[in-house]
């Protein structure tokens, strides 16, 4: 991922001589890098000097040697970080394929598993100090088969969410526009003020008297209200009970 100032964020697995990382690891990558970049975006976007990031995800082959970052997923990063003409993180064809791939099986790995593998992971959770899954564990209902399907239902609602808008008509450079992956970066705000707190950030940032900065501004204010519809529809299904 890049971004403004110039700067590079990776995932990658430690070296294992025992083997390479398995397809479904690799596709875990490309999502924790979508999340990681969503939670960025609002961190600069929130700081007492508010900076909306502008860049790209990529996916593929590279090697690091502390800052030193080199190989093709680099050179695709820095080649198309700067199309955006707005406050966009966008998501490359391979790393949005990956993605996509990493949430659609885990969904229907999450909605096959037996009950009981349900409630050991949940046990394990809580045992290795999450505590949320403890007070879950605590709950009255727990143990019971309506409270276990529950815990599905949530489960598969969170890997609904939408960490990326997908299909976005990104503009882009020359006046063009590209149906693209965009990270949304409202979807950890918890609350519709939350999220109009963050918005109203990055209009406090994108003013100026320039027509390039004006185009910027109404680009982002224009995803961000449709990122806002899709964090605010997110919300309101975890509270419903019902599969995404």
Sequence with gaps: MQGKPLAYCHTSYEPNPKGVPSDRQLNLLASVACESAGTLAALFIDDDTPLPLRGCISFGCHLCEGNFLIGPAVDEAAEYMKE??????????????????FLDRSLAMVQGLPDETLKA??????????TDASKLIEHPASGTD???????????????????????????KRGASIDAAVVNPLLGAKTGEERRKLIGRYEQFLQGNRIDIWMKRQNTLKFLAIADQAAAKFR??????NYP
């Design 84 to 101: 955006p003409e707005g406050g966009f993180i966008w998501v490359l064809p391979l790393a949005e394929e990956r993605h996509k791939r």
């Design 121 to 130: 992971a949940l046990k394990l959770a809580a045992e290795r100090g999450a």
């Design 146 to 172: 309506k409270y276990t399907e529950a815990l599905r239902q949530v489960f598969a609602q969170m890997l609904a969410a939408p960490t990326v808008i997908e299909g976005y008509p990104m503009p882009i």
């Design 236 to 241: 309101s299904a975890l509270e419903s009970g």
